[in-house]
């Protein structure tokens, strides 16, 4: 029996596709803005990548909802988006709207 391919052990890195690195380099553009933000006291202490990772997700899949939800109100939902990303990174308790 022999293995497949890819199972076998290479030092060769694995490939990054277009779309990986369209992300990565989102991801850091996101990061450099919460890093300012922290610098200027204007968001909180917060691990920068975590937190770029989960606004980059978030907004990568607003294109799918539709499809698992036709009825979306999608003013409604950014609203929501805008308000939990705000209480995520804001140096201040962010006060209900």
């Known amino acids: 029996m022999h293995a497949h391919p ?20 989102v991801e850091a553009a996101i990061a450099g803005i919460l890093r300012r933000g922290q610098e200027t006291g204007d968001f909180r202490a917060c691990d ?14 607003i294109p799918f909802l539709p ?13 929501e988006l805008v308000e939990t990303l705000t209480r995520a990174t804001a ?5 209900p709207s």
């Not at 140096?91 to 006060?95: I, W």
């Open 6 to 25: 890819s199972s076998r052990h290479t030092d060769r890195k694995p490939t990054v596709t277009a779309a990986a690195r369209r992300t990565q380099i």
């Open 48 to 61: 920068v990548g975590v937190m770029a990772t989960t606004i980059q997700r978030s907004l990568d899949g």
């Open 67 to 79: 499809m698992t939800t036709p009825d979306l109100d999608l003013a409604h939902y950014g609203a």
């Open 91 to 95: 140096n201040s308790p962010a006060q």
